[in-house]
């Protein structure tokens, strides 16, 4: 597709990923730094520079001035961001605010794999008022799966500990959320049962990353069934019918807003652009961390935050596309009918090493219909439900 087609104003970032360290203490089988095609991590300096937070911490800075944005997202990532130490990771956070100033409020979160999450670190995050995610796949059986130490021992013990010294007492307002990689292996109530068990205000279900080329575990190209839609969608029941809303799903409750015309959080779902970055150790600006699992060099721009602002990365043709919604989509996405929902999945599913690159519909593109269709049935029932309700009591007298 000619670039000329595609939307040109563009959307200001909204949230900057630092990979303040580019190694990590667990060496998890799905990782996509370290298994993926890319392998641009063993180029990369194990920890961000004190002169590369500065210079990050300025161009964000430069960027809520030039968009005169009140409210940005600082994720401090990696690798494992914990293995960056204390000095640095308050470094970072307070050279940010500074840098900002007044003008926005910076929001930050912390996202760990949970292995060194003591109370020193909690009490930490809790005066920089940074909020923390944690990646749990579930009960032992299941974490431990995939989300090993180097030597092959499960991880699940020390972070659930870590999990709960997280959700409970005082640090449970720094609790961000829980990032949960579907396996379908896993049974998906008792996944998000065990989940809940730490009640987190925010449970992120991940599709396992992969393409046409290098498809997800248990999706076969070109056929028809649903299993990720299966899975979520008995997710779905168990968390739509709850008397109360035990927690926030982000995907489901994107895919509710979505069905009744409302927007997603993120780009994911629906049409949304991209608004967000990512920073590596050495400073080199990237795109999107997922989209390493399609080649290597995939996610770099050729940018540099000593060298370049922000809004130059807005003009990178790969942002531009993806802030392009429907037109920077293939013509399989443009011509579907549930096309404003799905907006072709997330973006790195759309990958095909044929040639096509990313402009074809997700991988996951039957889970994705159905669903879809799944939610809107429910939803749709729903609000017909109450709305016949609400016409019984207009009619009494
Ligand atoms: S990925 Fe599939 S369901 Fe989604 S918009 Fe494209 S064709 Fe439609």
Not at 54 to 69: F, G, K, P
Not at 99 to 105: F, L, N, S, W
Not at 214 to 240: E, I, K
Request: charged fraction near 25%; include cysteine.
């Amino acid at each position: 597709m000619a670039l000329s087609s595609y939307r040109t104003a563009a959307i200001p970032f909204h949230t900057f990923v630092l990979k303040v360290h580019s190694r990590c203490d667990l060496a998890c089988d799905y990782c996509y730094m370290y298994r993926a095609a890319d392998q641009g991590w063993r180029d990369q300096p194990r920890t961000m520079s004190p002169a590369v937070v500065a210079w990050t911490a300025r161009r964000i800075a430069e960027h809520v001035r030039a968009h005169d944005l009140r409210h940005v997202a600082v994720v401090l990532h990696g690798g494992e961001p914990l293995l960056a130490g204390p000095r640095l990771v308050r470094r970072a956070v307070t050279e940010i605010a500074g840098e900002v100033g007044p003008r926005a409020r910076v929001h930050t979160t912390v996202q760990t794999n949970g292995m060194r999450l003591d109370d020193a670190w909690l009490d930490l995050f809790g005066e920089l008022g940074a909020r923390v995610g944690v990646s749990l796949d579930g009960g032992r059986a299941a974490h431990d799966r995939h989300r090993v130490r180097p030597d092959g021992r499960g991880s699940h013990d020390r972070v659930s500990r870590a999990v709960a010294r997280l959700a409970t007492g005082r640090h449970r307002k720094l609790f961000a959320g829980l990032l949960c990689t579907i396996d379908l292996r896993n049974d998906p109530v008792a996944t998000y049962e065990e989940l809940l068990r730490h009640r987190p205000p925010q449970i992120d279900f991940l599709l396992p990353l992969g393409n046409w080329s290098a498809p997800p575990p248990g999706r076969v190209p070109g056929q028809s069934d649903t299993p990720y839609a299966d899975w979520l969608a008995a997710v779905f029941d168990r968390w739509y019918a709850a008397p109360v809303r035990e927690t926030e799903v982000r995907v489901l409750g994107d895919l509710v807003a979505l069905v009744l015309g409302g927007r997603a959080r993120g780009e994911t779902l629906g049409l949304e652009p991209v608004r967000y970055l990512v920073v590596e150790t050495d400073g080199s600006v990237a795109l999107d961390d997922t989209l390493r699992v399609a080649y290597h060099g995939a996610s770099r721009t050729g940018l540099h935050v000593a060298l370049d602002s922000f809004d130059e990365v807005l003009r990178h043709p790969e942002v531009v596309a993806r802030q392009s919604g429907a037109s920077g989509l293939g013509a399989l996405c443009r011509a579907c009918s549930l096309l404003r929902v799905c907006g072709g999945g997330q973006y790195v599913h759309r990958y095909d090493a044929d040639g096509s690159g990313f402009g074809n519909p997700s991988v996951y593109c039957p889970d994705l219909a159905a669903l879809i269709r799944y939610v809107h049935r429910r939803v749709a029932a729903d609000t017909e439900r109450l709305r016949r309700r609400a016409g019984v009591r207009e009619g009494c007298p």
